[in-house]
DNA sequence: CTCCGCATAACCCATACCGGTTATATAGTT
DNA sequence: AACTATATAACCGGTATGGGTTATGCGGAG
């Protein structure tokens, strides 16, 4: 059984390059065309396709916000954006919206036959300059998140699961039913952690363990 | 000129396969081959590769620690890993740790060589399995830091500026004193900020507040 | 012009939290 | 055996918070 394909793209010429060379390949069948992406819900209802094929620039409804609808009304549907555009910006939001590859109209010809084969294998096709951004901007997540999470306060096992509760919201009491422990220890346990972490108040710890993700 | 290749990898025949299949052309030289990455920052010193292929799956030092080595030494310097692994955990950490590739051992072959090409030319060769798994993780990344970001609970400006301060972590008194408003006042702010969040206590404020970055 | 949201402010009373100090038992170290 | 870290526990006194209630002045919506 061949693979349908829905092409949404508002430049005539590259939707009939496109659909020309996925006919010389009898594992495609393009079951719809759209200039825009206006009404993609009804028309990826009506034509049914397994792949969605999506531009970015397009007049009314961009691309990324139809990647958004359909994975929204179709959770299991395979797009892959094609495009010109390759910042930050326009990568990262595709894949947010929930596309399954994104490759760059200069490489495609030879690519864009294999890319949607992979699609339908559970691959990700996406060009190698897409893919350098794409392992930039989880690097820099990675770094935002985990650099202040360096500093160690020496923090016993006990003194983390009363933090821990704590940063939960329980009180003094709530902690001591938690953990089996009398008022007076948490409070000794939490005297500790004031020393260990600088601060003299519950919310300090609590923006402190959060913010330095303790917890 | 020849692009300057070390190859770390535990597997004698691995090496040999990869040297013979890299020798074939002449865009490649391999400067280095070393089966563990116990001295990997020396080896590369010496070996001054342009491109380093990286196992995981090594004896002593594994091959994401020694990206991690090799990147901060290094910050320039290619690395592709190569391994059998696919699990989201390796996946992540490599990339965190500095790769600027990643592909399967199963797929080599035909592959490695233009992998290796695409790295030089600012590329991410990434297998397309390996890819979806990135997409997945940015995709869940999102969706852990923007979902909670959403509600609205329709906080006043200067109940805004109140629970600024109260995740900084000042007493009533205090933000009385940085708002030029009663201590009381701090306190009908505040019993209005605990109806509009749905909490009783401080705690719950501040941690609430920066999980999902109302503040 | 009246009602509502907002910012301001005050009061009472109960409970929670903070700081300092002291003490015991246990386990691991030197 | 003496020392250290950890977990446990208690007491006192002082300050901070939390809940409920009420009130005033201002500005915008109807």
Chains 1, 2 share one sequence.
């Not at 793209?9 to 996925?22: F, V």
């Not at 009304?73 to 990262?92: A, G, K």
């Not at 003194?159 to 948490?186: D, F, P, Q, R, W």
Request: glycine share 4%.
């Amino acid at each position: 059984m061949s693979i349908r394909i829905a092409i949404f793209d508002d430049n005539k010429n590259i939707r009939n390059s496109i659909i020309l060379l996925l006919n010389t390949d009898p594992a495609f069948e393009v079951v719809g065309t759209f200039s825009d992406a206006q009404h993609c819900v009804e028309n990826v209802l009506t034509s049914r396709p397994d792949v969605v094929l999506m531009d970015i620039e397009m007049p009314g409804v961009n691309g990324i916000e139809a990647v958004k609808l359909l994975t929204k009304e179709f959770p299991h549907i395979q797009i892959l954006i094609q495009t010109v555009f390759e910042d930050d910006e326009r990568v990262f939001d595709s894949i947010c919206a929930g596309a399954s590859g994104y490759i760059l109209k200069n490489q495609l010809n030879s690519s864009l036959t294999d890319a949607i084969k992979e699609l339908q294998t559970g691959g990700s096709p996406m060009s190698p300059s897409i893919a350098r951004r794409v392992l930039n901007i989880l690097q820099q997540g990675y770094q935002n998140k985990k650099q202040p999470a360096n500093e160690e306060y020496n923090l016993t096992a006990r003194e983390k699961e009363v933090l821990t509760a704590i940063v939960n919201g329980l009180s003094y009491k709530m902690i001591g039913y938690e953990l089996n422990i009398s008022y007076e220890t948490v409070r000794s346990h939490i005297k500790k952690i004031y020393e260990k972490l600088h601060v003299a108040s519950l919310t300090e710890v609590v923006a402190k363990a959060i913010n330095q993700n303790i917890v």
